[in-house]
């Protein structure tokens, strides 16, 4: 079975830093990677996929994400914080030919300090 | 275009209760998913509707149900309500099942369950 891991419940970072959200899986085949953003008493906002193709993913917001096959990971960055940036992010995988059956790691809660 | 719809936005029930939840996809998408969000135990996966049909299902008891109708429009049903179906039940919608970009699943708000 596949599974999801997300190092860090909760990261803090300064107005202006980087941010560096974390994210490895587990999959003998490289699946497709997504990574959601999700605001209080909302769903779940796409951010960015890898599907095929170039492993720099660039998403919404300034956000992107890099594939690293030999790593199994795919860490979200985000060169300068915004306030705006204070969210829960998830880390998700779907295998090849699987439906749309997403695993989901357990989300990390990025505070942004003014 | 208009997102995925999920009414209502909010419900309480009691313990034994039955309850519906409604997702309307986006335009065109004929794939519905549906998820469960709990504190505990984070974002589950319940099961994925295609062209009427159930294609998948995660690991829910019998009591969580859910059909699509023709016009892609889905709803899940849970019955017997227990107080740990407390969640947030996440309806996602997609262009098709299987194929690459074409399975991007794009989120609802949500229904915000409480069993009372």
């Known amino acids: 079975a596949q599974s999801v891991t997300q190092l860090g419940s909760h990261v803090s970072v300064s107005e202006g830093a980087l941010v560096l959200l974390r994210c490895n899986y587990s999959?003998?085949?490289?699946?497709?990677l997504f990574w959601y953003v999700q605001y209080p008493n909302q769903g779940l906002q796409l951010l960015l996929k890898?599907?095929?193709?170039?492993?720099l993913v660039k998403g919404i917001n300034g956000f992107e994400a890099e594939f690293k096959k030999s790593e199994t990971s795919f860490h979200l960055t985000k060169p300068s914080a915004h306030m705006s940036d204070a969210a829960e992010y998830f880390c998700a995988v779907r295998r090849n030919n699987a439906g749309n059956m997403l695993t989901f790691g357990g989300g990390t809660r990025l505070m942004v300090k003014p | 275009k208009a997102g995925v719809t999920q009414t209502p936005r909010y419900l309480i029930k009691t313990r034994g209760q039955q309850v519906t939840l409604s997702c309307s996809p986006i335009?065109?998408?004929?794939?519905v998913s549906w998820y469960q969000q709990t504190p505990g135990q984070g974002l589950q996966f319940l099961f994925e509707?295609?062209?009427?049909?159930?294609?998948n299902k995660g690991n829910f008891p019998g009591r969580f149900s859910g059909r699509q109708f023709s016009n892609s429009r889905s709803e899940m049903n849970v019955s017997t309500l227990e107080l740990g179906d407390s969640a947030l039940y996440l309806c996602?919608?997609?262009?098709?099942?299987?194929?690459?970009?074409?399975?991007?699943?794009?989120f609802g708000p949500g229904t915000r369950l409480t069993v009372l």
């Open positions: 996602a919608s997609s262009l098709s099942s299987t194929v690459g970009e074409q399975g991007t699943q794009y």
């Open positions: 509707y295609f062209s009427e049909t159930q294609r």
């Open positions: 999959s003998s085949v490289p699946p497709y």
């Open positions: 335009s065109g998408h004929r794939s």
């Open positions: 890898y599907t095929t193709g170039a492993t």
